[in-house]
T-cell receptor, first 115, second 112 residues
Framework: DTEVTQTPKHLVMGMTNKKSLKCEQH?????MYWYKQKAKKPPELMFV???????INESVPSRFSPECPNSSLLNLHLHALQPEDSALYLC??????????????FGPGTRLLVL | DQQVKQNSPSLSVQEGRISILNCDYT??????FLWYKKYPAEGPTFLIS?????DKNEDGRFTVFLNKSAKHLSLHIVPSQPGDSAGYFC???????????FGKGTRLSVIA
């Protein structure tokens, strides 16, 4: 099983709303990621969690707040977003141990529209 | 400074022929390379990978070649099918959980 699941699939929110994106994997991966992707661009790294600890924050505005409740779950809390934050938000996970065990798998994404 | 480059933004290939997508990298510390396929508004799907200790990895219609001295890898798809029409991203990484570095992608169109 190489599945990473994300909910919701689509989200429309106003600039004053608070919402959360959820991600789950059961591959035993200890590294989980949030990416933002705009059309025709590569995924842009936002956050990295390694063994449930935030290890990388790529200077993401504080209106995005990640959370890793356990080794299988990753959340992204959204508050006071701007229209330019509209994008596809991708979760990914990656194993350790070298070689094919380090393949990174992506979820299907949450398509976010901020009005 | 782009560490992973895909210099062709788009590629058109006739159905049944070979598609060759190219990727160059600059960081000699990369030891693991991956190709992802992506449809619009969907997450990237892992296609195939190669470790730096190999120069070729094959999986069905997909073959990845690695030329370490040239810091170049390529993805060959043969025969190309209309369903292969998508975006293709090259990514590179190394052991130790440093984040993958992605190229900007190549849009492949397979014409029937």
């Amino acid at each position: 099983d190489t599945e990473v699941t994300q909910t919701p699939k689509h989200l429309v929110m106003g600039m004053t709303n608070k919402k959360s994106l959820k991600c789950e994997q059961h591959m035993g991966h200890r590294a989980m990621y949030w990416y933002k992707q705009k059309a025709k661009k590569p995924p842009e790294l936002m956050f990295v969690y390694s063994y449930e600890k935030l290890s990388i924050n790529e200077s993401v505005p504080s209106r995005f707040s990640p959370e890793c409740p356990n080794s299988s779950l990753l959340n992204l809390h959204l508050h006071a977003l701007q229209p330019e934050d509209s994008a596809l938000y991708l979760c990914a996970s990656r194993g350790t141990g070298g070689g094919a065990r380090e393949t990174q798998y992506f979820g299907p994404g949450t398509r976010l529209l901020v009005l | 400074d782009q560490q992973v480059k895909q210099n062709s933004p788009s590629l058109s290939v006739q159905e049944g022929r070979i598609s060759i997508l190219n990727c160059d990298y600059t960081n000699s510390m990369f030891d693991y390379f991956l190709w992802y396929k992506k449809y619009p508004a969907e997450g990237p799907t892992f296609l195939i990978s190669i470790s730096s200790i190999k120069d070729k990895n094959e999986d069905g219609r997909f073959t990845v070649f690695l030329n370490k001295s040239a810091k170049h890898l390529s993805l060959h798809i043969v025969p190309s099918q209309p369903g292969d029409s998508a975006g293709y991203f090259c990514a590179a990484g190394n052991s130790g959980n440093t984040p993958l570095v992605f190229g900007k992608g190549t849009r492949l169109s397979v014409i029937a």
